[in-house]
């Protein structure tokens, strides 16, 4: 059985806790992830459902184990770098970059089946059929976009020529687009309605006429100092994937079947951006870790101009 439990003081985690064995004061071990405030949570159910069953399945051979969230929110940054010096965190997910793959030991299995990669647009409610006529990436270049500083969507965008605009704090990102301090605000597939019901007190929607795409998995990261978790992370993913139940979690999960459901895909237009700080070993010819299929060629479409 197991459960979730916030820190409510500063621990000086052992190697053994943060690869989730037993401590040697006798307690039970302890996967410490960040905080999920209310703004990351609602999108982030999913792993949070996930992980309790990799630690299940993995329990004969490395023991039990309890999720704990930190005592306090961390910024994108300072997570990378407990993760990196293996204090403190000892596990996190994200958006995959080849930066990101220097610093720490990423579980490469697509956790959302390639959804953060397909990205719906958030914009001002009178503005909702702003991108009616867009067809091209050129159509979208005299739009401004809200992305967060250390996000890899930043430089896909920048890379493929659209106008950016960041903002260091997740939360003011929403702040600045009901401003009309910029025009679009790029979520991905399973972020945007729970984020919009959360920010139900704004005037912002969703676009209903496109959706940005490119390969953009989403991992599990550990700290390079840390291969036992990386190896009970990673085996736990396999198991669940082979036996069927990362893909029940997955489309059971509520926020990911309601985006699926309601945000019609096929109707809309599909504008393919060109991401090349992917890291090696995406598998994105592997059509079992996808929900939509890859269009590998999507750096070489003419429309893209930099």
Known sequence: ??????????????????????QPNGQPAKLVIPLQEPTKLVH?????????????????????????FYKQPLSSARVAAYLNQNKVIGLNWASASSERDKQLRAIKIPLLKGLMGHRILLLKK???????????????????????ESWPDTYILKYNGLKITTAAHYDLLFKMLDAGRYDLLSRGYSEALPELELHSDKDITYDEHIVLIYPLPVYFYVSPKNPELAKRIEKG??????????DKLFYNSPDIAQSLAVLNFEKRTKIYLCNTYIPE????????????????DTCNVNTIKR
């Open 237 to 246: 993913l396999i198991t669940l994937v082979n036996n069927g139940q990362f």
């Open 126 to 148: 009178d503005n909702k059929d702003l991108l009616k006529n867009v067809k091209t990436v050129e159509d979208l270049k005299p739009f401004v976009f809200g992305l967060g």
């Open 44 to 68: 982030n159910q999913f792993f949070l459902t996930l992980l309790p069953q990799i630690l299940a399945v993995t329990e004969e051979e490395f023991g039990p184990c309890e999720l704990a």
């Open 281 to 296: 070993g995406a598998q994105l010819d592997n059509p079992a870790l996808w929900h939509f299929p890859n269009k590998v």
């Open 1 to 22: 059985m197991y459960k979730l439990i916030v820190l409510t003081t500063f621990l000086a985690l052992t190697n053994s806790a943060m690869a989730c064995f037993e």
